[in-house]
């Protein structure tokens, strides 16, 4: 293991350093490809971590060689490993769009896309709750300058709900994170988790306030209901690669209700165990009804994408909170699957929105869109995916939820919303492929339209102000849906990967160890 010892904090370096390099840069080739070659070297760095973690070794690295509970920790097991693998190769497809002009749009694209990195790997490898909200902070202010890259009155409206929200957030958090430091002076996750499994009846409702607190901060940057309404715009109306970028973000939420409820109030925590069982799997549920009946009354593609990112979250949480090691392995099977397919949707409805000129992704009927047929077959592609259907790895990511179902209470809601929404996912799917795709008129149509109606709706279309889709376009959205692909055909071996993983998150005893007990 001494050959792996620095491993665990290059995934947070590289960002950071590509980042501040990226400052001193002003050459747009030049920022563009060391951009690129920084996201790209995440890829076999975070392979090599899953290769690592993936017999249960857990790498602590200790920055300054302070001890826990005292110095920072970082550590990599196989949560922490999957996840960095899934945000390295969800950031260079997005990056490869990003290259093709949009990042000069505005000023520091890549210092701030690099910086988002950083956050979110950060966030994935801290074993320090303060740190973990540092994390938060650094990659939210990233998303603020994303979000908003490149202007315009709808995004600075998204953007500023968005920003306002946020800060709400990260105050609440301080407040939990201030709280349970007051009570047991230590925010060191594994330190904690010893120190809340005895706490004493005096703190018991403080504690239980500030765990609590911390799930609705964490449900908030997930957007589960009720905390999902600055989702749809903000994801709507940003750019192509950042949105697509943007689909790992609600899963940080996500990770952090995984991670910080298995080992500091899980089945072991005394008198503050399984604190959110009351709350987790029926906000879930409620979350992935409201997000399809959002996708089903959308107006437009990417508004449509966006509301599907919600409908996801409410899958992958209902997993999470229906707890048992089968529903957690079928979430953590499934969380890759709904970011890379949300993130195709969104580049797809990019190039699409160009194809149809002025009718831009709208659920209307317009001109008919030059590469029509490849659009056609990659939305088709995507729709099934994210719909769930068959053989596909969302509809095997359903399967295990609904099989890992069966012992719960809950068995009833549980079947009938999966199965209704998916349904409904269908639908609402096939009715834009058919407005955007089957009820089209020809440009020439579309001019002697407008020149009897005089209907703005209708206004004349030149051929030549259709954007045909292009190979680099295209590209990077087969590249994610052969990643999806990639997820069912070797299917066996990535749940092996997901069982184990829920195994090792519900023996938070190894955790625990692993940080405290290490010698220097």
Do not use: C
Not at 227 to 233: D, F, H, Q, T, V
Not at 382 to 395: N, Q, R, V
Not at 456 to 478: I, K, M, Q
């Amino acid at each position: 293991m001494n050959g792996f010892a620095h491993l665990p904090i290059l995934p947070v370096v590289l960002p950071l350093i590509a980042g501040i390099t990226l400052l001193m840069l002003r050459q747009d080739r030049l920022q563009r490809g060391v951009s690129l070659v920084a996201t790209l070297a995440l890829i076999p760095l975070a392979i090599a971590l899953v290769q690592t973690a993936s017999d249960g070794t857990q790498l602590v690295y200790q920055l300054g060689n302070w001890a826990a509970p005292y110095g920072i920790v970082l550590l990599v097991d196989r949560l922490a490993a999957w996840m960095l693998l899934t945000t390295a190769l969800l950031a260079v497809f997005a990056l490869l769009v990003a290259i093709r002009g949009s990042d000069a749009e505005g000023r520091h694209f890549h210092v701030l896309f690099q910086l988002q990195l950083f956050g979110l790997n950060g966030a994935f490898l801290t074993g320090d709750l303060f740190n973990l909200f540092v994390f938060f902070e650094i990659l939210l202010l990233a998303s603020y300058g994303l979000l908003l890259h490149g202007g315009g009155r709808k995004r600075v409206k998204a953007g500023l709900h968005y920003v306002v929200i946020n800060l709400v957030g990260s105050t609440l958090f301080l407040f939990a994170v201030g709280t349970l430091y007051g009570v047991t002076g230590t925010l060191n996750m594994a330190d904690l988790a010893v120190k809340l499994a005895a706490t004493p009846p005096d703190n018991l409702a403080l504690v239980q306030s500030a765990g609590l607190l911390l799930f609705a901060v964490f449900a908030l940057k997930a957007a589960l209901l009720p905390l999902y309404l600055w989702l749809p715009a903000a994801y709507a109306h940003t750019s192509a690669p950042v949105a697509a970028l943007f689909a790992i973000m609600t899963k940080v939420g996500a990770y952090s209700i995984l991670r910080v409820y298995t080992l500091m109030f899980g089945d072991d925590a005394g008198p503050v165990a399984n604190l959110l069982d009351p709350w987790l799997a029926p906000l879930a549920l409620a979350t992935l009804t409201l997000g399809v009946l959002g996708a089903v009354a959308a107006t437009a593609l990417r508004q449509q994408a966006a509301y599907l990112v919600v409908a996801s979250i409410g899958s992958l949480l209902l997993a999470f909170g229906l707890g048992s090691r089968d529903a957690i392995a079928a979430g953590l099977y499934y969380l890759p699957h709904s970011v890379f397919a949300a993130a195709a949707l969104f580049l797809l409805a990019d190039s699409i929105g160009r194809a149809r000129g002025e009718f831009a992704d709208r659920f209307e009927s317009g001109p008919e869109m030059p590469g029509a047929r490849v659009l056609g077959g990659l939305f088709f592609v995507a729709a099934a995916a994210i719909a769930g259907l068959p053989p596909l790895s969302g509809f095997l990511g359903k399967f295990m939820l609904l099989k890992a179902a069966l012992d719960s209470p809950l068995l009833p809601w549980v079947w009938s919303i999966v199965l209704v929404t998916g349904l409904l996912s269908m639908i609402a799917l096939a009715r834009s492929g058919s407005l955007l795709f089957y009820r089209t008129h020809s440009p020439y149509d579309s001019t002697r339209a407008s020149a009897r109606s005089g209907s703005e709706s209708f206004r004349a279309h030149d051929a030549a102000s259709l954007t045909p889709p292009s190979v680099a376009a295209l590209a990077p959205v087969g590249g994610l849906l052969l990643l999806v692909a990639g997820l069912a055909i070797w299917a066996g071996p990535l749940s092996d990967y997901a069982q184990a993983t829920a195994t090792q998150l519900l023996q938070p005893q190894q955790y625990i160890e692993a940080v405290l007990e290490r010698t220097p």
